[in-house]
């Protein structure tokens, strides 16, 4: 029982300080784009580019669990005109690489 709780926790340590390490990017979402692999490519309006390079960030895991939850949100700030905060953990290309995502209130 000690060894499931022990690689429990490591988990989520390693999701809570992929977090923490993540730089964070604010704009507004421009447009959604669902890519081949259902993966989101998202385009935000912003001052400037984020520190991959351009202006969008894609959400690759469409297995997430929370998949679904992250792309409605995203709708429906995008409908709103929120400005939403992107955590960038890598990227890809100048694609900006998001595992999570938060408005700004």
């Known amino acids: 029982m000690k060894s499931k709780f022990a690689l429990l ?3 989520v340590l390693l999701i809570v300080s992929s977090v923490a390490n993540a ?6 979402i421009n447009r959604i784009q669902i890519g081949y692999d259902n993966h989101l490519e998202v385009y935000v309006d912003s001052a400037t580019n984020h520190e991959c390079g351009s202006f969008r960030l894609d959400f690759v895991d469409s297995n997430a669990a929370g998949y679904k939850y992250v ?9 709103q005109g929120k400005k939403v905060q ?4 890598s ?3 100048t694609a900006a690489v998001f595992s999570y ?3 700004l209130k």
Not at 23 to 28: H, I, N, S
Request: net charge negative; aromatic share 18%.
């Open 91 to 93: 990227c890809s290309g």
């Open 9 to 11: 926790s490591a988990a």
């Open 101 to 103: 995502v938060e408005d």
């Open 23 to 28: 730089a964070w990017f604010v704009g507004t």
């Open 71 to 79: 792309y409605a949100a995203l709708l429906a700030w995008e409908a």
């Open 86 to 89: 992107f955590a960038v953990t």
